[in-house]
């Protein structure tokens, strides 16, 4: 009876100190850093802005438990492990800012994610991710996500409610097209759906009015639609490597598109390697004030 009560008051104090007695096989993938009887809150980088925590390439499988109450980390890097499940206890790391996940084994996300509602910053790429929990749309102060190299097909349509949602990366999976909930994001700037299978682009693309960079290389899109045009903040356009054959009339409305570009990096309209009509293929090589006009021509005749 005496043992089961000290083993239940031991329990009582939760995480708050941590003692190292010799197992240090447990915690073999990260005991380099964590010394016998050494607090974890000393591994913790206190800048002028954040308290940051990283556990980067350390092989782990699992995430080690006392990291649940460093409750003052903001800035939280686990990436490029062997991690399978993200436990529901991350919903304890309220003040969390920027969440690094990348390059890990999961297949989910725990709907706990809801209560880091500070939450700016989410990395969840080059996971196995086969969907993302309806929860997550909760985090209203979400501005950046990547959710590239993964196997998603679709997104919630709460995801909606992610209204100041800046950047979004989709890239490097399995949709057949870009959710409608995407087109309600009217602060996006930059939009990646690169690699996925896309055979085209939705009209609703017009909705996004604070677009600057928009990605679809790499997909079987077989046309450029005219309300693709209408998206006059544009200033990088990629839809290299597709199935287009002919370019809207309205081409000349992207005015913020200032050349043909040829470098992935550049700013400008990245058209090559589609199977374009004659003459484009020879108006693109000469350049964009060209291909404006023979455009523009071909509209009035």
């Not at 003052?72 to 304890?92: A, D, F, I, T, Y």
């Not at 949709?175 to 690699?195: D, T």
């Not at 009339?249 to 309209?269: F, Q, T, Y």
């Not at 589609?274 to 291909?291: C, D, Q, T, Y």
Request: hydrophobic content about 40%; aromatic content about 6%; some cysteine.
């Amino acid at each position: 009876m005496g043992a089961r009560q000290s083993r239940a008051s031991s329990k009582d104090k939760g995480p708050k100190r941590i003692l190292f007695t010799g197992r240090r096989q447990k915690f073999s993938p990260w005991d380099d850093a964590l010394l016998p009887g050494r607090d974890p809150r000393s591994l913790l980088k206190r800048g002028m802005h954040h308290v940051s925590f990283s556990l980067v390439t350390r092989g782990m499988t699992d995430i080690p438990d006392f990291l649940w109450g460093l409750s003052e980390v903001q800035k939280l890097n686990l990436s490029h492990n062997q991690l399978r499940v993200l436990p529901p206890e991350v919903g304890k790391l309220t003040r969390i800012v920027v969440l690094n996940l990348c390059g890990n084994r999961l297949k989910s996300l725990p709907r706990e994610l809801s209560l880091l509602q500070g939450l700016r910053v989410l990395f969840v790429n080059m996971n196995c991710l086969t969907e993302v929990p309806a929860e997550l749309s909760l985090c209203r102060k979400l501005e950046v996500l990547s959710l590239s190299h993964n196997c998603l097909s679709q997104l919630p349509a709460c995801f909606a409610d992610l209204s100041r949602l800046r950047k979004l990366n989709l890239s490097n999976n399995l949709f057949a097209h870009i959710p409608m909930c995407v087109f309600s994001l009217k602060e996006l700037i930059f939009l990646h759906v690169g690699s996925n299978r896309l055979e085209n682009i939705a009209e609703s693309i017009q909705h996004l009015t604070s677009l600057q960079i928009f990605i679809a290389e790499a997909n079987n899109i077989h046309s450029f639609p005219r309300s693709l045009c209408l998206v006059t903040s544009l200033e990088l356009l990629n839809l290299n490597n597709n199935d287009i054959q002919t370019l809207p009339s309205e081409l000349h409305l992207l005015c913020r598109l200032v050349r043909i570009a040829w470098n992935p990096m550049d700013k400008g309209l990245h058209i090559s390697h589609n199977p374009l009509s004659k003459p484009l293929p020879e108006l693109v090589e000469v350049g964009l004030e060209m291909l404006f006009g023979y455009l523009k021509d071909k509209k009035h005749t």
